[in-house]
């Protein structure tokens, strides 16, 4: 039975928008892009770490990679959309974040999970502050306009599964 044939509840033929309204799954675009924001924060801090430069690249990573994450929701509607953006903008932030407890990590010769251990939590805000650059935040615009380009689904139209 083709799925646009009918609706078994009323008897009536769906249309195009309600067979995609169907595929759509936000718990798994927010979970997938959940992961793909941890693990490109990840990714960024220790690339930052061990070569000791910041490349603003990494933004634009992290924002194509939770987009891409995101896009395994099967969205069209635009909350697919600010979700992309909302994760990449929280990864790049957690990269710094991150990349900050990898530098004291290694000043320290501590382990970086002790390091997150010993953290003053509510003085995040003015360290990030004191290390972030104006450069960042264009590339943190960057990864913002590509997790939200990339999130939605760029088929108009997937073929139905045929009977």
């Given at each position: 039975?083709?799925?646009?044939?009918?609706?078994?509840?009323?008897?009536?033929?769906?249309?195009?928008?309600?067979?995609?309204?169907?595929?759509?799954?936000?718990?798994?675009?927010?979970?997938?892009?959940?992961?793909?924001?941890?693990?490109?924060?990840?990714?960024?801090?220790?690339?930052?770490?061990?070569?000791?430069?910041?490349?603003?690249?990494?933004?634009?990573?992290?924002?194509?990679?939770v987009?891409?994450?995101?896009?395994l929701?099967?969205?069209?509607?635009?909350?697919?959309?600010?979700?992309?953006?909302?994760?990449?903008?929280?990864?790049c932030?957690?990269?710094?974040?991150?990349?900050?407890?990898?530098?004291?990590?290694?000043?320290?010769?501590?382990?970086?999970?002790?390091?997150?251990?010993?953290?003053?939590?509510?003085?995040?805000p003015?360290?990030?502050?004191?290390?972030?650059?104006?450069?960042?935040?264009?590339?943190?615009?960057?990864?913002?306009?590509?997790?939200?380009?990339?999130?939605?689904?760029?088929?108009?139209?997937?073929?139905?599964?045929?009977?």
């Amino acid at each position: 039975m083709n799925p646009l044939d009918n609706n078994s509840t009323t008897g009536s033929q769906l249309n195009l928008d309600e067979f995609q309204n169907r595929q759509q799954n936000l718990l798994i675009a927010f979970i997938a892009g959940s992961v793909a924001m941890l693990v490109s924060a990840i990714i960024w801090a220790v690339v930052t770490t061990v070569t000791g430069y910041q490349i603003g690249w990494m933004a634009i990573g992290v924002g194509f990679l939770v987009g891409l994450a995101v896009r395994l929701g099967k969205g069209v509607d635009n909350i697919y959309r600010y979700l992309g953006a909302g994760l990449a903008l929280i990864g790049c932030l957690l990269g710094n974040f991150f990349t900050i407890v990898g530098f004291i990590s290694q000043e320290e010769e501590v382990n970086a999970f002790s390091v997150l251990g010993l953290i003053d939590y509510t003085k995040i805000p003015s360290l990030m502050m004191t290390t972030a650059s104006p450069i960042d935040l264009l590339f943190y615009a960057f990864a913002i306009y590509q997790g939200y380009k990339i999130s939605v689904r760029t088929d108009a139209v997937e073929t139905p599964p045929s009977a």
